[in-house]
């Protein structure tokens, strides 16, 4: 994210034309603020935010009013693979979640299992997190949109069901014409 911060009075610590455009929040979720260094910004509210600075700028400044204002909300780059119609890296804005995944890659297709897709974080071992896309579009069981973090991998396996007019058509089509080639051939080559 791109934060504007402005500390009345006091020109040198706020977001401007001398000290850049905006503060920028680091993918560990902190952001760097002069004379109080360090401050965390995951899970807190712009207004958590703002009265933790002005808290910790009171120790050098008496009084101090800030303002907080978000510029910019950063993305998240997650890679949606398997059953959608456009698989591939996409960033996400504002909305870091599955659903939002999906959206960005155009939606799943018809053979997508829906109730077998798979979360892999980046930073998680071991086995992917399965998720049930049925339960969260009929129940509404919002559990199972997680939350995905910069370079999640979100997999949309097949459902393996069998589709006559795509799977079984072409074949027997195909064996028609061959039939029908063969016969006609067979009877040229009588006369």
């Not at 934060?3 to 902190?30: A, F």
Request: net charge negative; glycine share 8%.
């Amino acid at each position: 994210d791109e934060l504007n911060i402005q500390v009345v009075e006091h020109q040198e610590l706020s977001s401007g034309k001398n000290n850049g455009d905006s503060y920028i929040v680091r993918p560990d979720g902190t952001v760097s603020f002069p004379l109080v260094g360090q401050l965390d910004t995951k899970g807190k509210t712009v207004e958590i935010f703002t009265a933790e600075l002005e808290d910790r700028l009171a120790r050098y400044i008496v009084d101090p009013k800030v303002s907080v204002n978000i510029n910019k909300l950063g993305t998240t780059r997650v890679y949606v693979f398997g059953e959608v119609k456009m698989p591939g890296l996409y960033e996400l804005t504002k909305s870091h979640c599955v659903l939002d995944a999906i959206g960005a890659a155009q939606g799943f297709t018809r053979d997508t299992a829906k109730k077998n897709i798979f979360l892999i974080h980046k930073d998680h071992q071991g086995e992917p997190i399965k998720i049930n896309l049925n339960n969260l579009l009929t129940k509404a069981d919002v559990s199972q949109n997680y939350e995905l973090v910069e370079g999640d991998v979100l997999y949309m396996t097949r459902n393996g069901r069998i589709d006559f007019a795509r799977d079984i058509l072409p074949f027997i089509s195909g064996t028609y014409m061959i039939d029908n080639v063969l016969n006609n051939h067979g009877n040229y080559g009588s006369r």
